[in-house]
């Protein structure tokens, strides 16, 4: 019975084992446009928006895991056709003192809500950080970034997101209703 749960359930849902999809259930494939058996045997960096996103979330992941044994955000993922979209991502491991050997992962299509706006890595970088409640100065520390920097990267993301200040883009950015 719960073979079948898993098999059907309404969300993606996939075992990792080293960072490499090993069981994904059909939402999971479907979501991202492929098969179950296309799926199995992929590194889950393959369904990343980039390069730098699978290593930049890889290393929160692992701190995250290690200090809680769990991770959750929502990111941007692509598809197996490069489309991208916003994706709801919650995480388990099952081996607390090695996080990434084997875990449990959900993933949930946020497209609907949250439409994708092409951004620069550096613009998520900033967009993700903004989310979290840091100011400018807070930003610039994190990344490396002077705080007028980080200022210049927020007036684009204002400008592509259409908002007219930053309550407004976080609203946005979250996928809250305005």
Not at 79 to 101: E, I, M, Q, Y
Request: include cysteine; glycine fraction near 8%.
């Amino acid at each position: 019975m719960s073979e079948i749960a898993f098999k059907h359930a309404p969300i993606g849902i996939c075992m990792l084992e080293n960072r490499i999809v090993r069981t994904p259930n059909e939402a999971f494939a479907k979501m991202f446009g492929t098969t179950v058996e296309e799926c199995k045997g992929k590194s889950i960096g393959e369904f990343y928006a980039s390069e730098e996103d699978f290593r930049s979330i890889g290393a929160r992941v692992r701190t995250a895991m290690e200090d809680l044994g769990a991770y959750n955000d929502e990111r941007i993922m692509k598809r197996a056709d490069g489309t991208l979209f916003w994706c709801r991502v919650r995480g388990k491991s099952l081996t607390p003192d090695n996080p990434f050997h084997c875990g449990v992962w959900t993933f949930a299509d946020l497209s609907e809500e949250r439409p994708v706006v092409s951004l620069t890595q550096r613009e998520r970088e900033v967009a993700i950080l903004t989310c979290r409640g840091l100011t400018s100065k807070e930003i610039g520390l994190k990344l490396g970034l002077s705080y007028r920097t980080v200022e210049e990267y927020r007036a684009r993301l204002l400008k592509k997101f259409g908002a007219r200040k930053l309550a407004e883009l976080v609203a946005k950015l979250s996928g809250m209703p305005l």
